[in-house]
């Protein structure tokens, strides 16, 4: 019986799906969609890369933090120094990797904006 009730929900889901794609090109004429930031996809997508990045910078701050101050508060107990120094090691990971992604989109935006220029 679930089994019946899930491929009836898949059935009608991917049918649903379909009718919008096979749709979109004639409702896209009479709908005009503006996006909320103001601009258009390419300036909404690095709004939002900018905002993750401020955001990740402020997570890594207090992982940091944090890992610092179970480190600091272990008062010898291994556990906790090895959670601290884990912490620590992968807040340094994840800004690592975070910088590297805003290079790549800092390298990226200024080559898209030379070869295709407004």
Known sequence: MKTKISNFINK???TSVLF????KSVLA???NLESPV????QDFLLKA???LTIVAA???LFMLLYGGFIYLTSEGNAENE???KKTIVW???GIIIVSGVYLLKQYLETNIKTVFPE
């Open 91 to 93: 807040a340094i990971t």
């Open 38 to 41: 103001g601009g258009d996809l």
């Open 82 to 84: 090895e959670k601290g």
């Open 49 to 51: 890369a900018k905002f």
């Open 58 to 60: 402020v997570g890594f």
């Open 29 to 31: 004429e009479d709908f």
């Open 20 to 23: 919008l794609i096979s749709s």
């Open 12 to 14: 009608i889901f991917f």
